[in-house]
């Protein structure tokens, strides 16, 4: 069966710590990065486990900042 | 070119189209309709475009849209439609965009009446809308002048990119002259590269706007754009008639077709051996100053006349800075003056008796 | 890897002055994508009144005019008179339509006028720090309605898209939502099909969306989320109220 293989990167300092990615990602992988403060001073969003994703874009599609960019191949 | 017999309202439209005015954004008010009618009768003619909107609210941003896309672009209303667009003219003052804006003034406040006035003066040459702006006013005094200058007034509008008001009253829009469209003196009228037509992929978006949150923006915006221009149409672009300041024992002051009625009374004074001048401003913003400096000692008063409570008359005495007696004679609410009341007061003032 | 999703060519760089998690972002986002997927962006001309979304002309890379409070519509049908080939699009918030500009808008339908209104409802006066909108829910607190409104004192909300969608005009009226990932997919195709209907020169073509507004609700952004899927959605329920070639 096809696997999708997803990454997705974070402009981080355009973030502005909203968190509404965290709610849509079907993997539950992108959360807040609360070891580090952007150049706006917020928690920016990221992703830990990138294995894991498999480019949906939900999180793109709710980011309201444009911060994710979304690649995505899928595997045979 | 042979005369025609127009009403003052149609040959302003005629006179907007000849200029190459091909929008048109209007509403009912008396004593104006017949020009909105005529451009709804006219501009499909040419392939332009009348639209009534729902307010002058409405008619006066679509002008805004119309303009800032770059066309050449026109309303008309009376007093209190004139009311409801001074936000509007704000706006395309600040924004910078050309486009005439004719005011058949009608009496006031308020509801007021429809006869002839020209109790809107404050409005026109002061600003009705908010901020540090001035747009050109005209006031005819003739249909053959209002025509002149309607067509005068496109250039000037697109020259220095702002909003030209024409302001006529009741008899300027009602009344019926013989008129001709000449051709005008050309002016140097710069590209229009600013106008939103679609950016096609070639150039950066042009913005239409007159916002600037960043205060020290905004005030370069009012004064390096703004203030800059309105020096030099404060230079150039003023417009007046006088006769006999030089000589006079009384100076009268009137605009539009109350100076008509003042040119009999002065008549009627020289009959009599009375030297009688006057000074008509074409332009009541940029005001004439400085042809109050030709008053000489002799002049023993100026009368300043208006179909108002007295506005110009503000100017007036600012323009003579204090030399001269200013005296007013005028009727409102849609009343015309009488030349036999303004050959009194002029008698007066001549005779001393003031 | 193929890149799947970018920053639309419809948006400039300049990032967005909303507050985090203010869903103008993404409304924004979703008018630029669909602007530049139907290859109009050369041809677009956007008009964006008084409200948050005053500073839109930063943010859409395309020729825009900043109109004043409510008449966006009326700035709109004077540039598409002039320039009938263009596409024109006002972006309006509630304060702005549903409120000062009910006039101007209800007339651009009633003339069938060619240009597409987004329509962002977020039931409340954003820029000007949470005032009540006509939009404004009963019992639902604002800097004007302190003790939450009260429909004895000023009415029930109002309800745009039923109100204009009687208007023969208004060829393409729905109303939409971007509280969660799959409601945004939908907002796009709303969008995109209510621009088509002005490509097609068939009229007036307005989306609603319902919006959060974080800051002026009191609330984080993903409380915002949840009180307009709770509560926004019951009173202004999601759907199309005309779209072109219904049976009359």
């Known amino acids: 069966m096809a696997k999708a293989k997803g990454k997705v990167t ?61 690649e995505r191949e899928i595997k045979k | 070119m042979a005369k025609i017999l127009m009403k003052g309202n149609e040959a302003i439209g005629a006179a907007a189209i000849k200029a190459g005015c091909n929008y048109f954004f209007g509403y009912p008010i008396t004593p104006q309709n017949e020009l909105p009618e005529y451009m709804s009768r006219e501009l499909p003619k040419v392939n332009g475009c009348f639209l009534q909107a729902e307010s002058e609210v409405a008619a006066i941003n679509m002008v805004y849209g119309a303009a800032g896309a770059g066309a050449r672009v026109m309303t008309s209303s009376s007093s209190p439609g004139m009311a409801l667009k001074q936000e509007g003219i704000s706006y395309i003052a600040g924004a910078e965009l050309p486009c005439v804006i004719v005011n058949i003034v009608r009496g006031g406040p308020g509801l007021g009446g429809i006869q002839p006035a020209q109790s809107d003066y404050y409005q026109a040459t002061r600003g009705g809308g908010n901020g540090d702006y001035r747009h050109v006013v005209y006031a005819p005094s003739t249909l053959q002048e209002t025509v002149d200058l309607v067509m005068e007034a496109f250039d000037v509008a697109d020259q220095y990119r702002m909003p030209v008001m024409i ?30 037509d679609g950016t096609k992929g070639e150039r950066e978006p042009n913005i239409i706007n007159s916002l600037f949150i960043d205060p020290q923006e905004l005030e370069d915006h009012v004064n390096d754009r703004l203030e800059a221009k309105y020096r030099i149409i404060e230079e150039k672009e003023v417009l007046y008639e006088e006769y006999n300041v030089e000589d006079a024992d009384v100076v009268c002051i009137a605009y539009g077709t109350t100076s008509r009625i003042v040119k009999n009374a002065i008549a009627e004074c020289e009959a009599e051996g ?61 009343m015309i003056p009488n030349p036999n009341d303004i050959v009194n007061e002029i008698k007066k003032i001549a005779g001393g008796e003031k | ?65 900043e ?16 320039h009938p080939d263009s596409v024109v699009f006002t972006y309006q918030g509630d304060g702005d339509l549903a409120s000062i500009g009910t006039a101007e808008i209800i007339h651009a339908a009633h003339r069938g006028e060619k ?26 607190k604002a800097t004007t309605a302190p003790y939450g409104r009260d429909a004895e004192h000023c009415g029930m909300p109002l309800k745009v898209s039923e109100m204009l969608s009687t208007i023969d005009g208004a060829k393409f009226v729905e109303r939409v939502s971007v509280h969660n990932a799959s409601n945004i997919r939908k907002t796009k195709k709303a969008i995109k099909k209510a621009f088509e209907i002005q490509l097609k020169g068939e009229g007036f073509g307005i989306v609603e969306i319902l919006s959060t507004c974080p800051t002026n609700w009191g609330m984080t952004p993903l409380e915002g989320l949840k009180w307009l899927e709770e509560n926004m959605l019951p009173y202004y329920p999601l759907g199309n109220f005309r779209t072109p070639g219904e049976v009359e």
């Open chain 2, 274 to 334: 009375l030297k009688v001048g006057l000074i008509r401003p074409i332009t009541l913003w940029p005001f004439p100053h400085k042809v109050f400096d030709k008053i000489t000692d002799k002049t023993k008063g100026l009368l300043t006349v208006e179909m108002s409570t007295g506005q110009m008359i503000d100017d007036v005495k600012i323009a003579i800075a204090g030399r001269k007696p200013v005296y007013f004679h005028g009727r409102t609410g849609g």
């Open chain 2, 167 to 196: 302001v006529g009253d009741g008899m300027t829009g009602q009344m019926m002259e013989p008129v001709e469209f000449k051709e005008l003196k050309k002016r140097e009228l710069p590209v229009k590269d600013w106008i939103t």
């Open chain 3, 1 to 65: 890897m193929a890149v799947v999703f970018d920053r639309t060519k419809g948006l400039t760089s300049k990032i967005f002055h909303y507050c985090p998690g203010c869903t103008h972002g993404v409304i924004h986002r979703l008018v630029a994508e669909v602007l530049e997927e139907l290859d109009v962006l050369g041809k677009a001309v956007g008009v964006a009144p008084v409200g948050c979304s005053v500073f839109a002309y930063d943010y859409f890379n395309c020729d825009m005019h």
């Open chain 3, 115 to 140: 240009i597409t209104t987004i329509f962002v409802n977020n039931a409340i006066y954003g820029m000007t720090g949470g005032q009540m909108a006509p939009t404004t829910l009963i019992g639902q």
């Open chain 1, 10 to 70: 974070f402009i981080e300092d355009r973030c502005k710590g909203c968190e509404l990615c965290t709610t849509v990602c079907p993997v539950n992988i992108v959360v807040m990065n609360r070891d580090e403060i952007n150049i706006k001073g917020y928690h920016p969003a990221t992703v830990i486990e990138m294995d894991k994703c498999i480019g949906c874009a939900n999180c793109a599609m709710i980011c309201p900042d444009v911060v994710i960019k979304v």
């Open chain 3, 67 to 82: 109109a004043a409070h409510g008449r966006a519509p009326a700035v709109a049908t004077g540039i598409k008179r002039v």
